[in-house]
């Protein structure tokens, strides 16, 4: 047994002096054993990288596998640390700490993005996710080559003791409509907000169901007791949707066709605008153009 543990240190210490090694050792800290792994979680599917059998080579299963590893490490240091709190608290406070803009902080702090294997051609690439996705890479790698307690090692080390205060995170109030709503006035994309449903739950209360529409796609679902809290619910799917489908981000990006307007119709026109300015003034939902600069 001593002579093998003996045999290891000598194998990491002739491994930490090799240039690849050498650079995940001081991203994660310890010496990786399978180093293609690694390597998989930093390269982005922008490079058109494939196998000899025509398959991609990128991080994104990796990422698939991390996103999960984290969730269940984080709800894990949640449920120990607010043990007398109920499971909506524990959900919304493990989200927040798994957050987009968390996970890219700690991607850019931990030196990911000079180790990212990344197209030249693709500019528009900034600001986008990659950093943050490439770290959830980077923990099913580490899965993978080390185990789950490892894992755990180096969230609680990286992403919990380093960089965020839970219980300060826990009370933090997270406006999501706001975001959007900032999101849609940066990208010039209108958001707006409509409720299509309300009914009696189980406990005979109220409750609004609304999606919200970003450039005329529905960006989510959301239901509350109120109207707030059903746009708020709402606007945290869209957010999420626009983060994780690239597919939907392109879409709600593209210009709408401006609708032309015929001088034969103008009576049925001004005859449409008459009965919409008869409708009492709280007779509809919130539409939120980009132009606008208040805040719902």
């Not at 000079?114 to 690439?125: D, F, I, V």
Request: aromatic share 8%; proline share 3%.
């Amino acid at each position: 047994m001593i002579i093998q543990k003996l045999y290891k240190k000598i194998r990491l210490f002739s491994r930490i002096r090799q240039e690849p090694y050498l650079l995940f050792y001081r991203l994660i800290g310890f010496v990786p054993d399978n180093l293609d792994l690694y390597e998989l979680a930093m390269c982005h599917k922008s490079t058109g990288v494939k196998d000899a059998q025509g398959n991609a080579v990128n991080n994104e299963r990796l990422e698939f596998l991390g996103d999960a590893i984290i969730n269940s490490i984080v709800a894990d240091i949640v449920y120990h640390r607010f043990a007398d709190k109920e499971e909506g608290f524990l959900t919304d406070t493990r989200s927040k700490i798994v957050q987009r803009e968390s996970l890219n902080k700690l991607a850019i702090e931990l030196g990911i993005p000079k180790l990212m294997q990344l197209s030249p051609k693709n500019g528009a690439l900034h600001g986008s996710n990659i950093f943050g996705n490439a770290f959830e890479a980077l923990i099913g790698a580490i899965y993978l080559d080390q185990g789950y307690e490892r894992c755990k090692q180096f969230i609680e080390t990286k992403l919990i003791a380093s960089s965020i205060d839970v219980n300060k995170m826990a009370n933090k109030e997270v406006n999501f409509k706001s975001r959007l709503i900032e999101w849609g006035q940066s990208n010039k994309v209108p958001v707006e907000f409509e409720v299509i449903e309300t009914f009696h739950d189980r406990r005979n209360e109220l409750t609004f169901q609304t999606h919200v529409l970003i450039n005329g796609l529905v960006g989510g679902l959301g239901v509350g007791h109120s109207k707030k809290e059903s746009h708020q619910n709402a606007s945290k799917m869209a957010l999420k949707k626009l983060q994780e489908d690239e597919e939907f981000n392109e879409q709600v990006l593209l210009p709408k066709p401006e609708v032309s307007t015929d001088t034969e119709d103008t009576g049925l026109a001004g005859e449409s605008t008459d009965q919409a300015s008869e409708l009492p003034a709280d007779s509809t939902d919130v539409a939120v153009q980009p132009e606008e600069q208040t805040r719902n």
